[in-house]
């Protein structure tokens, strides 16, 4: 078993991964920039190294840092938390050959997921359902014309090494196909150093439902189960609740094997998520996988009663997944709402000093975050406070939950987005589970 964990993230990731060493019994080792010398995964860690400034390109992201912290304080294993260095191939790979554990999938299964064109090409060949699209990359705008009259219009235009919505398009004609080709391109180029496109048919208000999968040493996996994560802004999750009210026993079941033959296809160990869209006749579609432990986890966590940390760990050490696909037992619903400082007229990201925090509790209700009343919000990081993530027996109690604890949530001196969370969930849509992914802009 691990002995010593580096954790190389910060906030409210890194105290969450701490939490679950300590009861496991592993020490922790915390890394942090100038910004966090005082920040509450530092105090709560066994050990902690400073790695750099505060910018990530100088601190979060300096594998060698990272590493030379992992040697100073003798830690045998790393996790990447998510975001930051955690789909990161060659910081996998250097971790292993630096002999540490790394709490993750192998590197190679990270590389696989890194090209969406070469997935597609996977998953396609794996048997799993991709959107109807281009057969590999889109070599120039006049291959694209003429693929997307045989698709017909509307098609979306993406980049292979996009994400975050960057290097994407929606397009309705021909006219605008001409002239979105190049700058998504050049802007793919800019972002990612890649510039090669493709096309697949656009899926009208899909739905975002992704599988979590967890597979171990031995050739083992399991699904857990569904979230769905439809309710986004700009391509940023802003609610997640397990089950979907849209999901059936037959949908789950196909959605499920599909996620496992994902998984098995790029030899995937360790705790995944394969994202898919789902259209209003129950069509399922691969769209990417993440190769790490999820924002969103603790929605599955609730309704399956399991610890996924604590089984990336045991996973990372060689045990066994000790339970069959029919022992996954879920009960309940779950909804976690992400609390972001930003203002809310200009839709930014609102930094300051928190100047008091109050959080709701109970029953059924869990924050994970990674600040406290004095805190500083700063521009060098993820403006997300925290999740606030409640559990039921129902959805209807879980909505009454949600909104009991949404009034009960106080943050002062930094502008927030409780008040959209509010009334997303005190919507009549979001009460009747009409979450297609145009929520936000229907609201
Ligand atoms: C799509 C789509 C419709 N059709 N692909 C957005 C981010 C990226 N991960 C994939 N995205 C989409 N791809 C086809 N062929 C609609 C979206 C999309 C979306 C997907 C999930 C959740 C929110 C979304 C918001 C806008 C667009």
Redesign the pocket.
């Known amino acids: 078993m691990v002995k010593k964990l580096l954790i190389a993230n910060r906030g409210e990731i890194a105290r969450r991964v701490i939490r679950t060493c300590r009861q496991l019994g592993i020490a922790t080792v915390a890394v942090y920039s100038d910004a966090d010398m005082k920040a509450l995964h530092v105090a709560e860690a066994d050990e902690a190294v400073r790695i750099g400034p505060a910018p990530v390109a100088q601190s979060y992201l300096q594998v060698e840092a990272i590493l030379a912290a992992a040697r100073a304080t003798g830690a045998d294993a790393v996790h990447p938390g998510y975001g930051l260095l955690s789909e990161n191939a060659d910081f996998a790979k250097d971790c292993v050959d630096a002999g540490l554990t790394f709490i993750g999938p192998p590197p190679a299964a990270i590389a696989a997921m890194g090209s969406k064109i070469e997935a597609r090409q996977v998953m396609r060949k794996a048997g799993v359902p991709v959107?109807p699209?281009s057969d590999g990359a889109v070599a120039d705008v006049e291959e694209a014309l003429r693929l997307a009259v045989d698709m017909g219009y509307p098609v979306?235009l993406?980049a292979s090494a996009g994400?975050?919505?960057i290097g994407?398009q929606?397009v309705r004609d021909e006219q605008t196909l001409r002239r979105a080709f190049s700058a998504n391109q050049a802007r793919a180029k800019a972002y990612f150093g890649s510039s090669e496109m493709f096309l697949?048919?656009?899926?009208e208000a899909?739905r975002?439902i992704e599988i979590q999968v967890l597979f171990d040493r031995h050739g083992h996996g399991v699904y857990l189960g569904e979230r769905e994560?439809?309710i986004?802004r700009r391509?940023q999750k802003v609610v997640e609740e397990a089950p979907s009210s849209f999901m059936d026993e037959d949908l789950l079941l196909r959605m499920g094997e599909a996620a496992l033959a994902a998984g098995r296809a790029i030899g995937y160990v360790n705790a995944g998520t394969v994202?898919f869209?789902v259209d209003a006749k129950r069509n399922f579609?691969f769209?990417?996988m993440n190769t790490r432990l999820q924002v969103e986890h603790p929605v599955t966590e609730f309704v399956t009663g399991l610890d996924l940390v604590a089984w990336q760990l045991r996973i990372a050490s060689g045990e066994s997944l000790e339970f069959s696909q029919s022992e996954v037992q879920r009960d309940g619903h779950a909804i976690e709402v992400r609390v972001y400082a930003e203002d809310p007229i200009k839709m930014l990201p609102s930094p300051g000093t928190i100047t008091r925090l109050e959080l709701p509790a109970g029953q059924g209700v869990r924050n994970d975050v990674g600040v406290e009343a004095g805190s500083e919000v700063t521009p060098y990081y993820d403006p997300m406070i925290g999740k606030l993530i409640v559990y039921a027996g129902t959805r209807e109690e879980a909505i009454a939950k949600l909104t009991s604890a949404l009034d009960d949530y106080v943050v002062e001196g930094i502008q927030t987005n409780l008040p959209l969370l509010q009334r997303i969930v005190s919507s009549s849509a979001f009460r009747a589970g009409e979450t297609t992914?145009?929520f936000i802009n229907r609201l």
């Open positions: 959107v699209g979306m993406k994400g975050g919505g994407m929606e697949e048919k656009r899926i899909p975002h994560c439809s986004q391509h994202e869209l579609y769209l990417e992914t145009d």
